[in-house]
């Protein structure tokens, strides 16, 4: 069985945050020492690597469920909790990773694209601790009885999918030598035999001219007609075209065992690539005419030459077994791919786009959305107000109090108000339900800012 693996679904959960604790100062001679809960440690998260020395995504291939260490809790005497250990997920150089609809499993957005060594992202951050009863003294709540709960993490399903990092592609039909050519040209090993659909996994290998130019080439299995409804290997693999900037297209100027026409070989690829998307018809392209060393193939070669040049496309006759051309074709690559290289803009370094996504998923945190679920019924959702729910503790009447402070000082009350909720209406936020009483003042809350720093 292969072990290359390019696309998978995984489940990644971060850790739970510990409860912070709600505990008072004991000792000799100290009558009242105060409040001392110590804060709950926060989760791990997990984080996903780009590694550029993994090829596939093959550990993912069988275990399909990640979780990251929980925090512990708070202690009294002010010891906060530990943290919780991340967990780091290697993933190849190419991997996108998208989040995934629970219920269709169907991609929802994209969350990162990792293409560059060391880029980091995380997937499930951990749940933030929970604060000790320290943090809730003000001027009018001397002694705070309660404390918050860890947060729990998120647990979520995730989409691994590779996409090969190379500079040039061979694409073409089954068995047309793409293979023997990237055995020629480089140091790569593909298996090589003389029926269709030999290669069933894409292989890299680095092409070096005389003068000490290289680039990354990646010989992609076999396509055929329909490969953009998925046909043949189809999907599966017109997805390791997308990143490259440059396509080989062969064609097997002998017809293979079935007698092909190249013309019509050459035509079938273009409408395919054409098909699957039309950023890769349109993408640089040199048209090679393999086994030209065959006796018999001077006309195809003709035709497939006047044609790839009608289409501006260079073209180059070479045999794979004889090495017939395989030099200048390599030069050619060379120097397209060097001038192609230096028309890409500078990604944004590693950091930037890890805090860009942090930023996004901050932003989607803090939007609350309220919505009318009958006629004297409310439903309130967004991360961060949900966070605030789980996290207090609902057998303690004065950390519901202090919830409820929280939602008036958020806007939620006023939102509320001018989305036309009424006095007893009732307002849902997960599994809990409030009695809408609108905005009001609570004396013994009004320092709270103060107290939370």
Known sequence: MSSFTDFCHINVRGGDGGAGCMSFRREAYVPKGGPDGGDGGDGGSVICVADPQLSSLIDYRYKHHFRAERGTHGQGARRHGKDGEDLILRVPLGTVIRELDPATMEPIYEIADLTQPGERVCVAPGGMGGRGNIHFVTSVRRAPAFAEKGEPALDHWIELEMKLMADAALVGMPSVGKSSIISRISAARPKIADYPFTTLVPNLGVARTSDGRSFVCADVPGLIEGASEGKGLGHEFLRHIER??????????????????????????????????????????????????????????????????????????????????????????????????????????????????????????????????????????????????????????????????????????????????????????????????????????????????
């Open 244 to 453: 490259t900037a440059l396509i080989l297209h062969v064609v097997d100027l002998t017809g293979g065992f079935e007698g092909r026409d190249a013309l019509v070989d050459y035509e079938t690829i273009n409408n395919e690539l054409k098909a699957y998307a039309s950023e890769l018809f349109e993408r640089p392209q040199i048209v090679v005419g393999n086994k030209c060393d065959m006796p018999g193939t001077e006309e195809a070669l003709l035709c497939l030459k006047e044609r790839a040049e009608q289409d501006g496309h260079p073209f180059f006759a070479v045999s794979a077994v004889t090495g017939e051309g395989l030099d200048q074709l390599v030069a050619a690559c060379a120097t397209m791919v060097a001038d192609l290289r230096s028309t890409i803009e500078p990604t944004m370094p590693v950091e930037s786009i890890n805090a860009a996504w942090e930023r996004s998923r901050a932003k989607r945190d803090q939007a609350m959305s309220i919505s009318r679920e009958g006629k004297h019924a409310w439903r309130v959702s967004g991360g961060q107000i949900e966070r605030m729910v789980v996290q207090t503790d609902w057998e303690n009447d004065e950390a519901v109090a202090y919830l409820q402070h929280r939602f008036e000082r958020m806007g939620l009350d006023a939102q509320l108000a001018k989305l036309g909720c009424e006095h007893g209406d009732e307002v849902r936020i997960l599994g809990y339900a409030f009695d809408y009483e609108g905005a009001h003042d609570e004396i013994a809350f009004e320092d709270d800012e103060e107290g939370e720093e």
